[in-house]
């Protein structure tokens, strides 16, 4: 028979690379969140989890029991053979730890095929994020990537993770770039799913003494960021990125593609236009509107987003690091040396 096993034990298992967690829930249910680097292979698709859910409302438990059983009879063979091509071991779990996860397990038993059952199922991961994420506090240090629209601090941030250095990439967890364009060519995250992608980065680096991070706002896109994120950013060093204008164009062309995204670009335009004085809006829209992308960026970035962050970094009164770069990699560089003397 299969072996329950709580939230800490799968995740030690997890991290070890021994275990790989698997969501036996609706592909719905899965796309609205899951266990970080779980994968989804449900009982049922998300048509049959709502008859059989409507049966037992309106009918009975047995007879979304019986119903049940005839829908997962008809694929069982796919079932049974998708778990088997997955070599590491497995832990299996629905929303609650219950009849989905329960009867997946006895099914791969049968076959011979161990699995572990999470106990109390997604329901209790979420509870162990919420509880987990209301006792942690920020790091001795935290080093801000800040600067204006186009300087490449989440592409910075991105090259100092891929070598090691304690990152939160706030961006990347809530699928969104936090601004009014953020969630263009991207699938923007829930709260949920940001809470479980934070805590899992945040445990990971629990050895560091420090972290980086982005000068993001409390909001970003649909998530909202927890207060001791907040309180760490306000105490933390800011690094400021100064680059030319040309090459801050340039970055944004690379990151947004515009030319793949244009009609995106121009729905998320229309609801900051008002705020930028009339005739400078209707040149910006003109040039999205004929593909002349980097001149439309450049008036963006004069006439709106300058003007705001320098609005914003004038309220700031407390240490502040300035690193001005020709281009983007110079600007990492430039980090990685202020860094190496002020960690190391």
Same mark, same amino acid.
């Given at each position: 028979?299969?072996?329950?096993?709580?939230?800490?034990?799968?995740?030690?298992?997890?991290?070890?690379?021994?275990?790989?967690?698997?969501?036996?829930?609706?592909?719905?249910?899965? %796309?609205?969140?899951?266990? *970080?680097?779980?994968?989804?292979?449900?009982?049922?698709?998300?048509?049959?989890?709502?008859?059989?859910?409507?049966?037992?409302?309106?009918?009975?438990?047995?007879?979304?029991?019986?119903?049940?059983?005839?829908?997962?009879?008809?694929?069982? *063979?796919?079932?049974?053979?998708?778990?088997?091509?997955?070599?590491?071991?497995?832990?299996?779990?629905?929303?609650?730890?219950?009849?989905?996860?329960?009867?997946?397990?006895?099914? #791969?038993?049968?076959?011979?095929?161990?699995?572990?059952?999470?106990?109390?199922?997604?329901?209790?991961? %979420?509870?162990?994020?919420?509880?987990? #994420?209301?006792?942690?506090? $920020?790091?001795?240090?935290?080093?801000?990537?800040?600067?204006?629209?186009?300087?490449?601090?989440?592409?910075?941030?991105?090259?100092?993770?891929?070598?090691?250095?304690?990152?939160?990439?706030?961006?990347?967890?809530?699928?969104?770039?936090?601004?009014?364009?953020?969630?263009?060519?991207?699938?923007?995250?829930?709260?949920?799913?940001?809470?479980?992608?934070?805590?899992?980065?945040?445990?990971?680096?629990?050895?560091?003494?420090?972290?980086? #991070?982005?000068?993001?706002?409390?909001?970003?896109?649909?998530?909202?960021? +927890?207060?001791?994120?907040?309180?760490?950013?306000?105490?933390?060093?800011?690094?400021?990125?100064?680059?030319?204008?040309?090459?801050?164009?340039?970055?944004?062309?690379?990151?947004?593609? $515009?030319?793949?995204?244009?009609?995106?670009?121009?729905?998320?335009?229309?609801?900051?236009?008002?705020?930028?004085?009339? +005739?400078?809006?209707?040149?910006?829209?003109?040039?999205?509107?004929?593909?002349?992308?980097?001149?439309?960026?450049?008036?963006?970035?004069?006439?709106?987003?300058?003007?705001?962050?320098?609005?914003?970094?004038?309220?700031?009164?407390?240490?502040?690091?300035?690193?001005?770069?020709?281009?983007?990699?110079?600007?990492?560089?430039?980090?990685?040396?202020?860094?190496?003397?002020?960690?190391?």
């Amino acid at each position: 028979m299969f072996q329950d096993i709580n939230v800490e034990q799968m995740r030690e298992l997890a991290r070890k690379k021994e275990l790989v967690p698997i969501d036996v829930r609706s592909p719905a249910e899965y %796309r609205d969140s899951s266990i *970080p680097g779980s994968l989804n292979i449900p009982l049922f698709d998300d048509a049959e989890r709502a008859e059989v859910g409507t049966i037992y409302t309106q009918v009975s438990s047995q007879a979304a029991k019986e119903r049940g059983l005839e829908l997962v009879s008809a694929k069982l *063979p796919a079932f049974i053979k998708a778990f088997s091509e997955i070599r590491e071991a497995k832990t299996v779990f629905c929303w609650r730890g219950g009849m989905r996860s329960k009867t997946t397990a006895t099914l #791969l038993s049968l076959m011979d095929i161990h699995v572990y059952r999470l106990s109390g199922g997604y329901r209790e991961y %979420r509870r162990w994020v919420v509880e987990t #994420l209301g006792k942690l506090e $920020p790091p001795a240090h935290t080093y801000v990537i800040m600067g204006n629209t186009g300087v490449g601090k989440t592409a910075i941030l991105r090259s100092l993770e891929e070598e090691g250095y304690p990152v939160v990439d706030l961006e990347r967890m809530a699928g969104h770039r936090g601004s009014i364009f953020g969630e263009v060519g991207l699938k923007a995250h829930n709260q949920k799913t940001f809470d479980s992608l934070l805590v899992e980065r945040l445990e990971q680096l629990k050895p560091s003494s420090w972290m980086l #991070l982005e000068g993001e706002s409390k909001r970003i896109g649909k998530i909202v960021l +927890p207060d001791f994120l907040i309180r760490g950013k306000e105490a933390g060093i800011p690094l400021f990125i100064e680059l030319p204008m040309e090459e801050r164009v340039r970055t944004i062309m690379e990151d947004y593609r $515009p030319w793949e995204h244009k009609e995106a670009l121009l729905q998320a335009y229309r609801l900051i236009k008002e705020r930028i004085h009339t +005739p400078i809006a209707k040149e910006i829209e003109g040039l999205l509107k004929d593909n002349q992308f980097p001149a439309a960026i450049m008036m963006l970035l004069e006439h709106y987003y300058d003007p705001r962050y320098e609005h914003a970094i004038d309220q700031y009164e407390g240490e502040m690091a300035v690193i001005r770069a020709g281009t983007v990699a110079e600007a990492l560089q430039e980090v990685k040396d202020f860094l190496r003397k002020k960690v190391w």
